[in-house]
């Protein structure tokens, strides 16, 4: 199966598939921080939507920070996995420790981001959500739970890729689950990507900088 070149190259051929929302005036593109962004960067351009960012911490094992064993997000919102919990065994103050620092960077993120700029209005319009890619749905679970607790008229899973069975669980979850490719066989994100080099938060104010039309390089935009 082949691969994307980059997260940009992931972010137009996912466009491609999202253009049903193209010039939808009720449309916002939400990326999740920070691999999502340069993807949502392409889709909201290509659609000529505007874009804002929603912050999503994952919650990972003591044991082994990279395994989801939930996720939280603005407003409260926190998902666990209990299929996880039970299998590691982890009790309610190691849940919560994880929580509480997980807590601390999603705040430092949100800060850093978006600084005294609101959280759009969702209710009554079209959200994409979008990630450079989905693999348990951790994090995009709480995603979609943070549009869901702001009425939106419809909520959009997007990513360039998904496993084939976290798309068929999220096509119960949100109105629409638009994906590249969705292997059966998923190990990693990056697997599916020739450039997987991480996402800074510099880049991230960067490329909102750039999108929103104030950054030094707005004049290249395509």
């Given at each position: 199966?082949?691969?994307?070149?980059?997260?940009?190259?992931?972010?137009?051929?996912?466009?491609?598939?999202?253009?049903?929302?193209?010039?939808?005036?009720?449309?916002?593109?939400?990326?999740?921080?920070?691999?999502?962004?340069?993807?949502?960067?392409?889709?909201?351009?290509?659609?000529?939507?505007?874009?804002?960012?929603?912050?999503?911490?994952?919650?990972?094992?003591?044991?082994?920070?990279?395994?989801?064993?939930g996720a939280i997000a603005r407003g409260g919102v926190k998902t666990l996995d209990p299929a996880v919990i039970e299998r590691f065994g982890l009790g309610?103050?190691?849940?919560?420790?994880?929580?509480?620092?997980?807590?601390?960077?999603?705040?430092?993120?949100?800060?850093?981001?978006?600084?005294?700029?609101?959280?759009?209005?969702?209710?009554?319009?079209?959200?994409?959500?979008?990630?450079?890619?989905?693999?348990?749905?951790?994090?995009?679970?709480?995603?979609?739970?943070?549009?869901?607790?702001?009425?939106?008229?419809?909520?959009?899973?997007?990513?360039?890729?998904?496993?084939?069975?976290?798309?068929?669980?999220?096509?119960?979850?949100?109105?629409?689950?638009?994906?590249?490719?969705?292997?059966?066989?998923?190990?990693?994100?990056?697997?599916?990507?020739?450039?997987?080099?991480?996402?800074?938060?510099?880049?991230?104010?960067?490329?909102?900088?750039?999108?929103?039309?104030?950054?030094?390089?707005?004049?290249?935009?395509?």
């Open positions: 199966m082949r691969r994307f070149r980059d997260r940009t190259d992931a972010g137009m051929q996912l466009a491609e598939m999202l253009s049903a929302y193209a010039d939808k005036r009720d449309v916002v593109v939400l990326a999740l921080p920070r691999g999502g962004v340069p993807v949502a960067v392409e889709v909201a351009r290509r659609l000529r939507a505007p874009l804002d960012l929603l912050v999503v911490r994952k919650l990972g094992l003591p044991s082994n920070p990279e395994c989801a064993m309610p103050a190691e849940i919560a420790a994880v929580v509480r620092q997980e807590t601390s960077e999603l705040h430092r993120r949100e800060a850093l981001y978006r600084g005294d700029r609101p959280f759009p209005t969702l209710r009554g319009r079209t959200v994409l959500l979008v990630d450079d890619g989905v693999a348990t749905g951790a994090t995009m679970r709480a995603a979609v739970a943070v549009a869901a607790a702001n009425a939106p008229s419809r909520t959009v899973v997007a990513a360039p890729t998904m496993a084939a069975a976290t798309a068929r669980a999220f096509a119960a979850l949100a109105d629409d689950v638009v994906t590249v490719m969705t292997p059966k066989h998923f190990e990693s994100v990056g697997q599916w990507y020739e450039d997987f080099r991480q996402v800074t938060d510099d880049d991230v104010r960067r490329l909102l900088r750039v999108q929103q039309g104030d950054g030094p390089d707005a004049g290249e935009r395509a």
